[in-house]
């Protein structure tokens, strides 16, 4: 009887839990049986494994082969388990040496030719191996991903038959990855190609600045998705951890990670028939939807009201712990959501709700109908209500020459969400209450005005922190110790919903 153990890397949302591959090799009627939890696609692998290694120059054993995945309580899914099973079939039959196998971890779907495909997952994986003190080899096709979790952490093979020959000794076939790519700067749209509109763009580095959640209301042609495009480009550059994050996310989603927008941060649009599980993930075996996508990064909602109202309410949650929890009846997932919430939407039905031509003929009953869509709770979530104008025939025309670009506003988002981090550690809009009261006291003047917008308005409790956050974005932005009567009569006057 002959045993042994390859070690590989299951996925369970971003994290990506150790499994070893062990072999054995008994007398009996050939047969190669599977156990250790494994789903459909890890049942299938028997075929693809016998064909990969007769198809490579090996002989497959006419034994009975026992393969167990363990830990057995693990899910198991893909074809991601191939290439260790291959090889612990070749090292228990002594076509390879065993003890070679020691010090790496195998990943990688096998064709019936033995060559190797690029599997989900690629960059958790190769991060997790390093720190436990293995080198992972993977496909070819995963090598940009595996390349960014830095040097030495991982090779890439495109055959069975290569991976075979350097765990024999031979000449080695397996290539280190290439280094992580320049981040694609150029993709990015410029905020100078607005015209007009300065409150908006007012707005716009406000919500960078402080990572507050921002929603236009105004009618079609005014400029909302050009200007919500455009707030990527003035957030502050990601650090190597959060453009880790990010890549992550992105490599174990359905598209991959593509390693020319490393560094990058992700823009996310979803269209409003968007279902709750394309939102938030989820599935049977749960994957990260919109909100997780769009991590570190912009999520855009265009025709808020459009969406289905459960849709949205499921955004209630994230928005405020930055993580969504996604649960089923045989698992369970965590993945990070802390995205920058940005939406739009028409005043009216029909859009022209003010317009001076006079060709809205939408009743009040229609129009509290279709804001209705939105939920009071989800509103109150939202720190920054603009109403966005038409913009006239005379700014679309002509040019502007002083218009400031993205970097010139990136600048000074930078400097303020520098000095939020070096008082509280973070953004601003993701003060603790308890951190709202210490870092966010008004003055004297500015606190009578907010009383007096309470007295008002009729602001919540989380109305007034996000007045309150807003401000202290406001005054970071002004250089201010302190927020002032004008920070917070600006901030009051970014909650137009509040006004009814």
């Not at 290439?178 to 015209?195: F, I, T, W």
């Not at 209301?217 to 959060?242: F, H, N």
Request: net charge neutral; charged share 20%; with cysteine.
């Amino acid at each position: 009887m002959a045993l042994a153990t390859v070690y590989s890397r299951a996925q369970t949302g971003l994290i990506a839990p150790p499994v070893a591959v062990e072999v054995d090799l008994a007398g009996g009627l050939p047969q190669l049986a599977i156990v250790g939890l494994p789903e459909t696609e890890v049942k299938e692998s028997k075929d693809r494994v016998r064909a990969a290694i007769t198809n490579s120059g090996y002989q497959f054993p006419t034994r009975r082969i026992t393969v167990n995945l363990a830990p057995a309580d693990l899910p198991k899914e893909g074809g991601r388990f191939d290439l260790a099973i291959a090889l612990g079939i070749l090292a228990a039959s002594g076509q390879i040496p065993a003890d070679a196998l020691s010090g790496h971890e195998f990943l990688g779907e096998l064709s019936l030719s033995g060559a190797l495909r690029g599997v989900r997952g690629a960059l958790p994986a190769t991060l997790a191996a390093a720190a436990a003190g293995r080198r992972l080899v993977l496909p070819a096709d995963n090598g940009g991903e595996a390349a960014l979790a830095g040097d030495d952490t991982a090779r890439t093979a495109s055959h069975l038959a290569d991976v075979a020959t350097t765990l024999a000794g031979g000449e080695t076939q397996w290539r280190t990855p290439s280094p992580e790519p320049a981040k694609n700067a150029a993709a990015v749209p410029d905020l100078a190609e607005v015209r007009g509109q300065p409150q908006a763009k007012r707005a716009l580095e406000i919500a960078a600045a402080g990572g507050h959640s921002l929603l236009m209301i105004g009618p079609p042609g005014a400029g909302k998705t050009m200007l919500a495009s455009r707030l990527v480009g003035l957030l502050p550059p990601l650090t190597r951890d959060e453009a880790l994050e990010v890549a992550a996310i992105a490599s174990i989603s359905g598209g991959g990670f593509d390693p020319a927008l490393w560094g990058a941060r992700p823009f996310r649009a979803p269209h409003h028939t968007a279902s709750g599980v394309a939102l938030v993930g989820g599935g049977p075996t749960p994957r990260p939807g919109e909100i997780t996508r769009a991590h570190r990064g912009v999520l855009f909602l265009d025709e808020l009201p459009e969406f289905d109202r459960r849709v949205l309410e499921v955004l209630r949650e994230p928005l405020e712990s930055g993580h969504i929890v996604i649960s089923r009846a045989a698992r369970q997932a965590e993945f990070p959501a802390a995205f920058q919430f940005t939406a739009a939407m028409n005043p009216c039905p029909c859009g022209y709700q003010g317009d001076a031509s006079g060709r809205c003929h939408c009743t009040p009953e229609r129009i509290e109908r279709y804001r209705s869509r939105i939920s009071g709770p989800l509103l109150d979530r939202i720190d920054m209500h603009l109403n966005v104008a038409p913009i006239t025939k005379k700014v679309l025309m002509a040019p502007e020459p002083d218009a400031e670009c993205s970097s010139v506003v990136q600048a000074r988002v930078i400097g303020a969400r520098r000095r939020a981090v070096e008082r509280s550690g973070g953004a601003n809009a993701a003060l603790a209450p308890g951190e709202v009261d210490r870092h966010c006291t008004p003055g004297t003047e500015a606190a009578r005005l907010i009383e007096r917008a309470i007295d008002r308005l009729g602001l919540s409790a989380r109305g007034y922190h996000r007045i309150l956050r807003v401000a202290r974005t406001i005054a970071d932005l002004a250089g201010h110790g302190r927020i002032e009567e004008p920070d917070i009569a600006e901030a009051i006057g970014y909650r137009q919903l509040d006004r009814g």
